[in-house]
Protein backbone atom coordinates (compact mmCIF):
# COMPACT_ATOMS: atom_id res chain seq x y z
CA UNK A 1 0.00 0.00 0.00
CA UNK A 2 1.26 4.00 -0.98
CA UNK A 3 0.63 5.97 2.45
CA UNK A 4 1.46 9.68 2.55
CA UNK A 5 2.03 10.63 6.18
CA UNK A 6 1.51 14.60 6.38
CA UNK A 7 2.14 15.76 9.82
CA UNK A 8 3.88 18.72 11.79
CA UNK A 9 6.39 17.35 13.77
CA UNK A 10 8.75 14.41 13.02
CA UNK A 11 10.72 13.17 15.87
CA UNK A 12 14.99 13.33 14.77
CA UNK A 13 14.19 16.58 12.71
CA UNK A 14 11.84 18.76 15.23
CA UNK A 15 10.41 17.79 17.82
CA UNK A 16 7.68 19.38 20.91
CA UNK A 17 5.50 16.32 21.82
CA UNK A 18 4.82 12.43 20.96
CA UNK A 19 2.98 13.27 17.79
CA UNK A 20 6.83 13.76 16.47
CA UNK A 21 7.52 10.12 18.11
CA UNK A 22 4.26 9.05 16.37
CA UNK A 23 5.12 10.34 12.96
CA UNK A 24 8.90 8.80 12.82
CA UNK A 25 7.79 5.26 14.41
CA UNK A 26 4.58 3.99 12.97
CA UNK A 27 6.12 5.21 9.26
CA UNK A 28 8.97 2.98 10.15
CA UNK A 29 7.00 0.28 11.62
CA UNK A 30 4.48 -0.08 8.24
CA UNK A 31 7.45 0.37 6.47
CA UNK A 32 9.03 -2.77 7.98
CA UNK A 33 5.73 -4.44 6.69
CA UNK A 34 6.41 -3.80 3.22
CA UNK A 35 4.01 -0.79 3.00
CA UNK A 36 5.33 2.44 0.63
CA UNK A 37 5.37 4.80 3.19
CA UNK A 38 6.68 8.87 3.17
CA UNK A 39 6.28 11.16 5.12
CA UNK A 40 6.19 14.89 4.36
CA UNK A 41 6.74 17.72 7.30
CA UNK A 42 7.46 21.48 6.86
CA UNK A 43 11.08 22.48 6.57
CA UNK A 44 11.17 24.30 10.13
CA UNK A 45 14.23 26.62 11.02
CA UNK A 46 14.90 24.43 13.95
CA UNK A 47 14.85 21.33 11.57
CA UNK A 48 17.91 18.91 11.93
CA UNK A 49 18.12 18.02 8.40
CA UNK A 50 18.98 14.65 7.74
CA UNK A 51 22.30 13.77 4.80
CA UNK A 52 21.14 13.80 1.85
CA UNK A 53 22.39 10.29 0.16
CA UNK A 54 23.13 11.15 -2.96
CA UNK A 55 24.68 8.80 -5.93
CA UNK A 56 27.38 10.08 -7.15
CA UNK A 57 26.74 9.99 -11.05
CA UNK A 58 23.57 11.93 -10.11
CA UNK A 59 25.24 14.58 -8.06
CA UNK A 60 27.18 15.69 -11.65
CA UNK A 61 23.93 15.54 -13.58
CA UNK A 62 22.54 17.71 -10.53
CA UNK A 63 25.72 19.99 -10.66
CA UNK A 64 25.19 20.71 -14.72
CA UNK A 65 21.35 20.98 -14.05
CA UNK A 66 20.32 24.38 -12.85
CA UNK A 67 20.54 23.67 -9.25
CA UNK A 68 16.65 23.26 -7.92
CA UNK A 69 17.85 25.96 -4.94
CA UNK A 70 18.23 28.60 -7.54
CA UNK A 71 14.42 28.27 -8.47
CA UNK A 72 12.62 29.96 -5.31
CA UNK A 73 14.32 29.52 -1.51
CA UNK A 74 12.26 31.76 -0.55
CA UNK A 75 8.88 30.16 -1.31
CA UNK A 76 7.43 33.59 -1.46
CA UNK A 77 3.71 33.65 -2.33
CA UNK A 78 4.19 34.25 -6.59
CA UNK A 79 1.91 36.47 -8.81
CA UNK A 80 0.04 34.59 -11.56
CA UNK A 81 2.32 35.76 -14.09
CA UNK A 82 5.22 34.04 -12.53
CA UNK A 83 5.05 30.60 -14.00
CA UNK A 84 8.73 30.33 -15.11
CA UNK A 85 8.63 26.84 -13.29
CA UNK A 86 5.90 24.82 -14.21
CA UNK A 87 4.89 21.72 -12.78
CA UNK A 88 6.53 19.66 -15.26
CA UNK A 89 10.02 21.03 -14.95
CA UNK A 90 9.76 19.32 -11.39
CA UNK A 91 9.20 15.85 -12.41
CA UNK A 92 12.61 15.91 -14.10
CA UNK A 93 13.84 15.61 -10.85
CA UNK A 94 13.74 12.00 -9.51
CA UNK A 95 14.42 12.03 -6.04
CA UNK A 96 14.59 8.65 -6.20
CA UNK A 97 17.46 8.52 -8.41
CA UNK A 98 19.01 10.69 -6.20
CA UNK A 99 18.44 14.30 -6.69
CA UNK A 100 17.28 15.97 -3.45
CA UNK A 101 14.97 19.24 -3.82
CA UNK A 102 13.23 20.35 -6.36
CA UNK A 103 10.15 23.00 -6.49
CA UNK A 104 6.45 23.00 -6.66
CA UNK A 105 4.28 25.61 -7.51
CA UNK A 106 0.48 25.66 -6.87
CA UNK A 107 -2.63 27.00 -5.91
CA UNK A 108 -4.54 27.26 -2.10
CA UNK A 109 -7.74 29.08 -4.15
CA UNK A 110 -8.26 30.44 -7.39
CA UNK A 111 -6.05 33.21 -7.21
CA UNK A 112 -3.64 32.87 -4.78
CA UNK A 113 -0.70 30.91 -6.02
CA UNK A 114 2.27 29.44 -3.87
CA UNK A 115 5.96 28.12 -4.57
CA UNK A 116 7.96 26.10 -1.94
CA UNK A 117 11.59 23.88 -2.18
CA UNK A 118 10.32 19.89 -1.82
CA UNK A 119 13.32 18.21 -0.43
CA UNK A 120 13.83 14.61 -0.14
CA UNK A 121 15.39 13.00 2.49
CA UNK A 122 15.27 9.67 4.52
CA UNK A 123 14.61 9.59 8.56
CA UNK A 124 17.88 8.22 10.19
CA UNK A 125 17.54 5.14 11.51
CA UNK A 126 19.47 1.98 12.48
CA UNK A 127 17.26 0.49 9.53
CA UNK A 128 19.46 -0.84 5.81
CA UNK A 129 19.09 2.15 3.33
CA UNK A 130 16.05 0.70 1.56
CA UNK A 131 14.27 0.34 4.87
CA UNK A 132 14.47 3.87 5.84
CA UNK A 133 11.93 5.47 6.16
CA UNK A 134 11.62 8.72 3.62
CA UNK A 135 11.10 12.26 4.13
CA UNK A 136 10.05 15.10 2.43
CA UNK A 137 10.20 18.33 3.85
CA UNK A 138 8.35 21.65 2.37
CA UNK A 139 10.69 24.86 2.23
CA UNK A 140 8.95 28.02 2.59
CA UNK A 141 11.46 30.79 4.23
CA UNK A 142 7.76 32.80 5.26
CA UNK A 143 5.77 30.47 6.67
CA UNK A 144 8.55 27.95 8.42
CA UNK A 145 11.29 29.62 9.05
CA UNK A 146 10.45 30.93 12.25
CA UNK A 147 11.88 31.11 15.43
CA UNK A 148 8.96 28.85 17.03
CA UNK A 149 7.21 25.99 15.66
CA UNK A 150 3.59 27.01 16.11
CA UNK A 151 4.10 30.28 18.12
CA UNK A 152 6.27 32.33 19.81
CA UNK A 153 6.52 31.66 24.03
CA UNK A 154 2.96 33.33 24.29
CA UNK A 155 0.71 32.94 21.05
CA UNK A 156 0.18 31.27 18.29
CA UNK A 157 1.06 32.49 14.86
CA UNK A 158 -1.64 34.11 13.81
CA UNK A 159 -1.63 32.68 10.82
CA UNK A 160 -1.12 28.75 11.18
CA UNK A 161 -4.06 28.07 9.45
CA UNK A 162 -2.44 29.29 6.18
CA UNK A 163 1.01 27.90 7.06
CA UNK A 164 -0.55 24.36 7.54
CA UNK A 165 -3.33 24.18 4.69
CA UNK A 166 -0.10 25.15 2.72
CA UNK A 167 1.86 22.37 4.34
CA UNK A 168 -1.48 19.82 3.07
CA UNK A 169 -1.88 21.46 -0.19
CA UNK A 170 2.28 20.83 -0.64
CA UNK A 171 1.81 17.44 0.44
CA UNK A 172 -1.01 16.44 -2.26
CA UNK A 173 0.67 18.64 -5.27
CA UNK A 174 4.04 16.81 -4.83
CA UNK A 175 2.30 13.47 -5.16
CA UNK A 176 1.30 14.54 -8.07
CA UNK A 177 4.29 15.83 -9.31
CA UNK A 178 6.22 12.89 -8.71
CA UNK A 179 3.35 11.02 -10.09
CA UNK A 180 3.46 8.57 -6.87
CA UNK A 181 0.31 8.18 -5.78
CA UNK A 182 -0.73 6.95 -2.38
CA UNK A 183 -3.91 5.08 -1.46
CA UNK A 184 -3.71 6.32 2.20
CA UNK A 185 -3.30 10.17 2.83
CA UNK A 186 -2.73 9.95 6.41
CA UNK A 187 -3.73 13.20 8.48
CA UNK A 188 -2.50 13.95 12.02
CA UNK A 189 -4.41 16.47 14.47
CA UNK A 190 -5.75 20.03 13.17
CA UNK A 191 -2.61 20.86 11.60
CA UNK A 192 -3.01 18.64 8.64
CA UNK A 193 -6.89 18.25 8.89
CA UNK A 194 -7.61 20.13 5.57
CA UNK A 195 -5.82 17.74 3.48
CA UNK A 196 -9.42 15.67 3.47
CA UNK A 197 -11.08 18.82 2.41
CA UNK A 198 -8.65 19.27 0.32
CA UNK A 199 -8.90 15.99 -1.44
CA UNK A 200 -12.71 15.64 -1.99
CA UNK A 201 -13.09 18.80 -3.08
CA UNK A 202 -10.50 20.41 -4.66
CA UNK A 203 -8.83 17.18 -6.55
CA UNK A 204 -12.92 15.28 -6.75
CA UNK A 205 -12.42 15.08 -10.44
CA UNK A 206 -8.83 14.08 -10.05
CA UNK A 207 -8.60 11.01 -11.95
CA UNK A 208 -5.09 10.16 -10.43
CA UNK A 209 -6.45 11.09 -6.71
CA UNK A 210 -9.75 9.06 -7.51
CA UNK A 211 -9.23 6.12 -5.31
CA UNK A 212 -7.20 7.69 -2.73
CA UNK A 213 -8.51 8.04 0.66
CA UNK A 214 -7.96 9.77 4.23
CA UNK A 215 -7.38 8.96 7.73
CA UNK A 216 -7.31 11.72 10.24
CA UNK A 217 -5.90 10.62 13.50
CA UNK A 218 -6.65 12.74 16.49
CA UNK A 219 -3.67 12.79 18.87
CA UNK A 220 -4.51 15.74 20.89
CA UNK A 221 -8.63 16.95 20.85
CA UNK A 222 -8.14 19.95 22.67
CA UNK A 223 -6.64 21.26 19.78
CA UNK A 224 -8.67 22.28 17.32
CA UNK A 225 -7.23 25.18 14.93
CA UNK A 226 -10.30 27.31 15.99
CA UNK A 227 -9.90 30.59 13.91
CA UNK A 228 -11.84 33.13 12.11
CA UNK A 229 -13.71 32.76 9.26
CA UNK A 230 -11.39 35.45 7.27
CA UNK A 231 -9.43 32.65 6.42
CA UNK A 232 -12.00 31.09 4.26
CA UNK A 233 -11.02 32.55 1.31
CA UNK A 234 -7.22 32.33 1.53
CA UNK A 235 -7.33 28.33 2.58
CA UNK A 236 -9.63 27.94 -0.42
CA UNK A 237 -12.60 26.65 1.47
CA UNK A 238 -15.64 27.59 -0.74
CA UNK A 239 -18.31 29.71 1.64
CA UNK A 240 -21.27 27.53 1.02
CA UNK A 241 -18.82 24.40 2.59
CA UNK A 242 -19.41 26.92 5.80
CA UNK A 243 -21.83 25.17 7.51
CA UNK A 244 -22.36 23.71 10.57
CA UNK A 245 -22.31 20.36 9.19
CA UNK A 246 -19.20 20.19 7.87
CA UNK A 247 -16.56 23.20 9.41
CA UNK A 248 -17.97 25.75 11.30
CA UNK A 249 -18.46 26.54 14.52
CA UNK A 250 -20.12 29.30 16.60
CA UNK A 251 -19.43 31.31 13.63
CA UNK A 252 -15.90 30.50 13.62
CA UNK A 253 -14.08 28.12 11.04
CA UNK A 254 -12.92 24.81 13.39
CA UNK A 255 -10.53 23.17 11.65
CA UNK A 256 -10.35 19.79 13.46
CA UNK A 257 -14.11 19.37 12.95
CA UNK A 258 -13.20 20.23 8.97
CA UNK A 259 -11.09 16.79 9.28
CA UNK A 260 -13.58 14.65 11.04
CA UNK A 261 -16.02 15.42 8.76
CA UNK A 262 -14.24 15.08 5.61
CA UNK A 263 -11.70 11.78 6.41
CA UNK A 264 -12.89 8.92 4.93
CA UNK A 265 -11.95 7.03 8.48
CA UNK A 266 -10.77 9.03 11.85
CA UNK A 267 -8.96 7.75 14.79
CA UNK A 268 -7.84 8.36 18.49
CA UNK A 269 -4.38 6.96 19.44
CA UNK A 270 -5.88 5.18 22.21
CA UNK A 271 -8.86 3.06 22.72
CA UNK A 272 -9.61 4.83 25.99
CA UNK A 273 -9.21 8.24 24.63
CA UNK A 274 -11.51 7.13 21.42
CA UNK A 275 -14.53 6.35 24.11
CA UNK A 276 -13.72 9.79 25.93
CA UNK A 277 -13.93 11.80 22.85
CA UNK A 278 -17.44 10.39 22.38
CA UNK A 279 -19.01 11.18 25.64
CA UNK A 280 -19.68 15.26 26.48
CA UNK A 281 -18.01 15.83 29.39
CA UNK A 282 -14.54 14.28 28.33
CA UNK A 283 -14.78 15.30 24.00
CA UNK A 284 -13.22 18.71 24.29
CA UNK A 285 -17.27 19.27 22.47
CA UNK A 286 -16.16 17.01 19.62
CA UNK A 287 -18.77 14.07 20.68
CA UNK A 288 -21.44 15.74 18.82
CA UNK A 289 -18.86 15.24 15.37
CA UNK A 290 -17.52 12.14 16.25
CA UNK A 291 -20.43 10.88 17.24
CA UNK A 292 -22.22 11.46 13.87
CA UNK A 293 -18.93 9.70 12.22
CA UNK A 294 -19.20 6.75 14.63
CA UNK A 295 -18.86 4.63 12.31
CA UNK A 296 -15.69 5.28 10.98
CA UNK A 297 -14.47 6.17 14.51
CA UNK A 298 -12.32 4.41 16.31
CA UNK A 299 -9.10 4.03 18.80
CA UNK A 300 -5.86 2.95 17.94
CA UNK A 301 -2.97 2.59 20.73
CA UNK A 302 0.35 3.99 20.23
CA UNK A 303 3.45 2.33 20.34
CA UNK A 304 6.81 2.30 22.21
CA UNK A 305 10.21 2.13 19.76
CA UNK A 306 12.41 0.10 22.01
CA UNK A 307 14.84 0.63 19.74
CA UNK A 308 15.25 4.14 20.94
CA UNK A 309 13.98 3.06 24.67
CA UNK A 310 15.98 0.04 25.75
CA UNK A 311 17.66 -0.10 29.23
CA UNK A 312 20.31 -2.44 28.05
CA UNK A 313 21.48 -0.42 25.47
CA UNK A 314 20.68 3.26 25.65
CA UNK A 315 23.29 5.63 24.58
CA UNK A 316 22.35 8.24 26.39
CA UNK A 317 22.49 6.93 29.75
CA UNK A 318 25.28 5.92 31.99
CA UNK A 319 24.79 2.55 33.38
CA UNK A 320 22.33 -0.05 31.55
CA UNK A 321 19.84 -2.92 33.10
CA UNK A 322 17.96 -5.20 32.53
CA UNK A 323 14.49 -6.92 34.75
CA UNK A 324 17.26 -9.90 35.39
CA UNK A 325 19.96 -7.44 36.66
CA UNK A 326 19.33 -4.09 38.57
CA UNK A 327 22.37 -3.20 39.64
CA UNK A 328 22.90 -0.23 36.50
CA UNK A 329 18.97 1.28 37.40
CA UNK A 330 20.40 1.83 41.51
CA UNK A 331 23.99 3.35 39.38
CA UNK A 332 21.92 5.54 37.31
CA UNK A 333 19.39 6.87 40.53
CA UNK A 334 22.96 7.84 41.87
CA UNK A 335 23.75 9.82 38.40
CA UNK A 336 20.53 11.41 38.03
CA UNK A 337 20.73 12.48 41.84
CA UNK A 338 23.88 14.50 40.72
CA UNK A 339 22.71 15.78 37.99
CA UNK A 340 19.87 17.11 39.12
CA UNK A 341 21.34 18.50 42.19
CA UNK A 342 19.87 16.16 44.69
CA UNK A 343 23.02 14.10 45.84
CA UNK A 344 24.24 14.40 49.31
CA UNK A 345 23.40 18.23 49.90
CA UNK A 346 22.15 18.25 52.91
CA UNK A 347 21.96 15.96 55.70
CA UNK A 348 20.09 13.38 54.47
CA UNK A 349 21.64 10.54 55.44
CA UNK A 350 20.90 7.61 52.86
CA UNK A 351 19.34 8.91 50.11
CA UNK A 352 19.60 6.18 47.76
CA UNK A 353 16.50 4.78 50.24
CA UNK A 354 14.63 7.30 49.61
CA UNK A 355 11.65 7.28 46.58
CA UNK A 356 12.99 9.06 43.72
CA UNK A 357 9.38 10.62 41.32
CA UNK A 358 10.57 11.82 38.17
CA UNK A 359 8.80 13.52 35.49
CA UNK A 360 9.25 14.84 31.98
CA UNK A 361 6.81 16.83 30.25
CA UNK A 362 5.24 19.70 28.39
CA UNK A 363 4.02 22.19 30.82
CA UNK A 364 0.47 23.00 30.40
CA UNK A 365 -2.45 22.11 31.79
CA UNK A 366 -3.43 19.02 30.31
CA UNK A 367 -0.57 17.44 32.15
CA UNK A 368 -2.27 18.17 35.49
CA UNK A 369 -0.14 20.93 36.88
CA UNK A 370 -2.97 22.69 38.35
CA UNK A 371 -3.38 19.58 40.85
CA UNK A 372 0.20 18.27 40.73
CA UNK A 373 1.37 21.31 42.04
CA UNK A 374 -0.62 21.90 45.15
CA UNK A 375 0.20 17.97 45.90
CA UNK A 376 3.83 18.05 45.67
CA UNK A 377 3.90 21.42 47.78
CA UNK A 378 2.11 19.16 50.49
CA UNK A 379 4.25 16.17 50.63
CA UNK A 380 7.61 18.70 50.42
CA UNK A 381 5.27 20.72 53.18
CA UNK A 382 4.95 17.40 55.56
CA UNK A 383 8.79 16.36 55.29
CA UNK A 384 7.85 13.13 53.40
CA UNK A 385 11.09 10.94 52.38
CA UNK A 386 10.64 11.72 48.70
CA UNK A 387 12.87 12.89 46.10
CA UNK A 388 11.61 14.80 42.92
CA UNK A 389 13.65 14.87 39.68
CA UNK A 390 10.85 17.03 36.90
CA UNK A 391 12.12 18.36 33.89
CA UNK A 392 9.41 20.25 31.50
CA UNK A 393 8.97 23.00 29.69
CA UNK A 394 6.04 25.24 28.56
CA UNK A 395 3.20 27.98 29.90
CA UNK A 396 5.75 29.66 31.98
CA UNK A 397 3.24 29.98 35.31
CA UNK A 398 4.12 26.29 35.72
CA UNK A 399 7.43 26.73 35.47
CA UNK A 400 8.01 29.66 38.12
CA UNK A 401 5.80 27.50 40.18
CA UNK A 402 7.60 24.74 40.11
CA UNK A 403 10.85 27.01 40.46
CA UNK A 404 9.63 28.14 43.94
CA UNK A 405 9.50 24.75 45.15
CA UNK A 406 12.65 24.08 43.83
CA UNK A 407 14.29 27.13 46.09
CA UNK A 408 12.21 26.45 48.82
CA UNK A 409 13.08 22.71 48.89
CA UNK A 410 16.76 22.60 47.35
CA UNK A 411 17.44 18.62 48.76
CA UNK A 412 14.12 17.40 47.72
CA UNK A 413 13.27 18.79 44.61
CA UNK A 414 14.92 19.54 41.64
CA UNK A 415 13.16 21.26 38.15
CA UNK A 416 15.20 21.82 35.24
CA UNK A 417 13.31 24.45 32.74
CA UNK A 418 13.83 23.42 29.20
CA UNK A 419 13.61 20.91 26.47
CA UNK A 420 16.54 17.73 27.15
CA UNK A 421 16.07 14.55 25.57
CA UNK A 422 19.29 12.85 27.04
CA UNK A 423 18.35 13.97 30.33
CA UNK A 424 14.64 13.11 29.80
CA UNK A 425 16.39 9.35 29.32
CA UNK A 426 18.35 10.00 32.37
CA UNK A 427 15.12 10.65 34.35
CA UNK A 428 13.57 7.57 33.05
CA UNK A 429 16.46 5.26 34.01
CA UNK A 430 17.05 6.88 37.43
CA UNK A 431 13.47 7.55 38.83
CA UNK A 432 11.93 4.46 40.98
CA UNK A 433 8.39 6.05 40.09
CA UNK A 434 7.30 8.12 37.37
CA UNK A 435 4.80 10.67 37.45
CA UNK A 436 1.99 11.08 34.91
CA UNK A 437 -1.07 12.54 36.19
CA UNK A 438 -2.35 14.17 33.88
CA UNK A 439 -5.84 15.94 33.42
CA UNK A 440 -6.37 13.74 29.91
CA UNK A 441 -4.31 11.67 28.01
CA UNK A 442 -4.64 10.64 24.30
CA UNK A 443 -2.55 8.05 24.64
CA UNK A 444 0.95 8.87 26.40
CA UNK A 445 4.06 7.56 25.42
CA UNK A 446 6.08 8.21 28.49
CA UNK A 447 4.17 5.15 30.49
CA UNK A 448 5.50 3.33 27.87
CA UNK A 449 9.24 4.44 28.77
CA UNK A 450 8.73 4.37 32.33
CA UNK A 451 7.39 0.84 32.32
CA UNK A 452 10.55 -0.28 30.53
CA UNK A 453 12.81 1.57 32.85
CA UNK A 454 11.39 0.33 35.78
CA UNK A 455 10.26 3.77 36.82
CA UNK A 456 6.81 2.65 38.15
CA UNK A 457 3.98 5.01 36.82
CA UNK A 458 1.98 7.02 39.16
CA UNK A 459 -0.95 7.55 36.78
CA UNK A 460 -4.14 9.33 36.39
CA UNK A 461 -6.90 6.92 35.15
CA UNK A 462 -7.74 8.68 31.55
CA UNK A 463 -7.23 8.14 28.08
CA UNK A 464 -4.37 5.89 27.08
CA UNK A 465 -2.56 5.87 30.59
CA UNK A 466 -6.20 3.65 32.07
CA UNK A 467 -5.50 1.48 29.18
CA UNK A 468 -1.40 0.74 29.63
CA UNK A 469 -1.52 0.89 33.25
CA UNK A 470 -3.12 -1.18 35.95
CA UNK A 471 -3.11 0.67 38.65
CA UNK A 472 -2.37 -1.12 41.98
CA UNK A 473 -5.91 -1.67 44.57
CA UNK A 474 -5.09 0.20 47.58
CA UNK A 475 -6.37 -3.17 49.65
CA UNK A 476 -3.86 -4.84 47.20
CA UNK A 477 -6.60 -6.82 45.59
CA UNK A 478 -4.18 -6.76 42.01
CA UNK A 479 -1.01 -7.39 43.09
CA UNK A 480 -0.55 -10.26 40.10
CA UNK A 481 -1.30 -7.65 37.67
CA UNK A 482 -0.36 -4.36 38.94
CA UNK A 483 2.09 -2.18 37.07
CA UNK A 484 1.38 0.96 38.00
CA UNK A 485 -0.11 3.49 40.95
CA UNK A 486 -3.45 5.39 39.84
CA UNK A 487 -5.83 7.81 40.93
CA UNK A 488 -9.37 8.60 39.78
CA UNK A 489 -10.18 12.42 40.15
CA UNK A 490 -8.23 14.93 39.13
CA UNK A 491 -8.03 17.31 42.12
CA UNK A 492 -4.93 17.77 44.37
CA UNK A 493 -6.06 15.24 47.00
CA UNK A 494 -6.34 12.62 45.46
CA UNK A 495 -3.01 13.25 42.96
CA UNK A 496 -1.65 13.34 47.03
CA UNK A 497 -3.17 10.37 48.35
CA UNK A 498 -1.57 8.47 44.65
CA UNK A 499 1.86 9.92 45.63
CA UNK A 500 1.76 8.80 49.07
CA UNK A 501 0.55 4.89 48.37
CA UNK A 502 3.92 5.21 46.04
CA UNK A 503 5.77 6.45 48.87
CA UNK A 504 4.93 3.80 51.72
CA UNK A 505 5.12 1.23 48.60
CA UNK A 506 8.72 1.85 48.26
CA UNK A 507 9.52 2.14 51.93
CA UNK A 508 7.16 -0.35 53.50
CA UNK A 509 6.81 -3.08 50.74
CA UNK A 510 10.16 -3.43 48.79
CA UNK A 511 8.91 -7.00 47.77
CA UNK A 512 5.83 -5.93 46.16
CA UNK A 513 7.69 -3.02 44.88
CA UNK A 514 10.10 -5.32 43.24
CA UNK A 515 7.42 -7.58 41.53
CA UNK A 516 5.56 -4.73 40.16
CA UNK A 517 8.62 -2.97 38.66
CA UNK A 518 9.55 -6.55 37.44
CA UNK A 519 6.32 -7.22 35.99
CA UNK A 520 6.22 -3.64 34.46
CA UNK A 521 9.54 -3.84 32.74
CA UNK A 522 8.33 -7.34 30.91
CA UNK A 523 5.35 -4.98 29.23
CA UNK A 524 5.41 -4.48 25.41
CA UNK A 525 3.67 -2.15 23.62
CA UNK A 526 5.19 -2.62 20.14
CA UNK A 527 4.27 -0.04 16.98
CA UNK A 528 4.68 -3.82 15.25
CA UNK A 529 1.11 -3.82 16.75
CA UNK A 530 -0.03 -0.84 16.14
CA UNK A 531 1.20 -0.74 12.39
CA UNK A 532 -1.19 -4.28 12.08
CA UNK A 533 -3.82 -2.39 13.33
CA UNK A 534 -3.71 0.55 11.10
CA UNK A 535 -3.12 -1.75 8.17
CA UNK A 536 -6.26 -3.12 8.37
CA UNK A 537 -8.42 0.38 9.05
CA UNK A 538 -6.24 1.08 5.59
CA UNK A 539 -7.25 -2.08 4.05
CA UNK A 540 -11.07 -1.37 4.93
CA UNK A 541 -11.01 1.89 3.36
CA UNK A 542 -9.92 0.73 0.00
CA UNK A 543 -12.11 -0.05 -2.22
CA UNK A 544 -11.36 -3.59 -3.34
CA UNK A 545 -9.82 -4.13 -6.94
CA UNK A 546 -12.70 -4.87 -9.54
CA UNK A 547 -11.60 -8.16 -11.59
CA UNK A 548 -11.01 -6.67 -15.44
CA UNK A 549 -13.71 -8.59 -17.33
CA UNK A 550 -12.26 -11.04 -19.72
CA UNK A 551 -12.52 -10.13 -23.75
CA UNK A 552 -14.48 -12.81 -25.39
CA UNK A 553 -13.80 -12.98 -28.27
P1 LIG B 1 2.60 14.84 24.66
O1 LIG B 1 2.75 14.51 23.22
O2 LIG B 1 1.19 15.15 25.03
O3 LIG B 1 3.54 15.88 25.12
P2 LIG B 1 3.56 12.12 25.15
O4 LIG B 1 3.78 11.38 26.41
O5 LIG B 1 2.82 11.43 24.09
O6 LIG B 1 2.93 13.52 25.52
O7 LIG B 1 4.96 12.43 24.50
C1 LIG B 1 5.85 13.38 24.98
C2 LIG B 1 7.20 13.13 24.34
O8 LIG B 1 7.97 14.32 24.45
C3 LIG B 1 7.97 12.05 25.05
O9 LIG B 1 8.84 11.42 24.14
C4 LIG B 1 8.74 12.86 26.10
O10 LIG B 1 9.89 12.20 26.54
C5 LIG B 1 9.08 14.10 25.32
N1 LIG B 1 9.23 15.30 26.14
C6 LIG B 1 8.25 16.08 26.65
N2 LIG B 1 8.79 17.11 27.32
C7 LIG B 1 10.12 16.98 27.24
C8 LIG B 1 11.23 17.74 27.74
N3 LIG B 1 11.04 18.84 28.45
N4 LIG B 1 12.47 17.30 27.45
C9 LIG B 1 12.66 16.18 26.72
N5 LIG B 1 11.67 15.42 26.24
C10 LIG B 1 10.41 15.82 26.48
C1 LIG C 1 -0.46 13.93 21.84
C2 LIG C 1 -1.04 13.43 23.13
C3 LIG C 1 -0.31 12.25 23.70
C4 LIG C 1 0.00 11.23 22.62
C5 LIG C 1 0.75 11.90 21.50
C6 LIG C 1 1.12 10.93 20.37
O1 LIG C 1 0.53 14.86 22.00
O2 LIG C 1 -1.13 14.46 24.09
O3 LIG C 1 -1.10 11.66 24.70
O4 LIG C 1 0.76 10.18 23.16
O5 LIG C 1 -0.02 12.91 20.95
O6 LIG C 1 0.00 10.33 19.82
Known sequence: MKILMITSEVDGIVKTGG?????????????KRRHDVRVIMPLYKQAVLPLPVTHPEVRRKK???????????NGRKVNHSDRKVKHSDSKDINPSAGLNAYSLYFNLNYSDRYGCLVHHRHLATSMARQKAVPLMLVEHHDFFSRDGIYGDELNSYPDNPLRYAFLCKAALEQCLSQNWIPDIVHCNDWQTALAPYYLKEHYL????????????????????????????????????????????????????????????????????YSQELLAPETSHNLWHYLNKRKDSFTGILNGCDYTLWNPKKDPFIPHHFSSSDMVGKSLCKVALQERMGLAQKHDLPQQQDLPLLGLVSRLTAQKGFDYLI?????????????????????EPDYGSRLHHLQHRYPHKMS???????????????????????SLFEPCGLNQFY????GAIPIIRETGGLKDTVVGLDPDHQNVDNATGISFRYPDANSCYQALK??????QENMGLYVEMQKRAMMQKFTWEKSAKEYEILYKALIPPRTKRKKKIS
Open 450 to 453: SLAY
Open 205 to 272: HHPQFKKTKSLLTIHNGDYQGKTDKKWLDSLGIMPDRFTSELMEEYGRLNLLKCGIMYADAINAVSPG
Open 415 to 437: FVNGYDNGLSHLIEAGSDFFMMP
Open 19 to 31: LADFSAALPKALI
Open 501 to 506: QSISLY
Open 63 to 73: QTQKSASNVQT
Open 374 to 394: PALERLLYEDAPVQLAILGSG
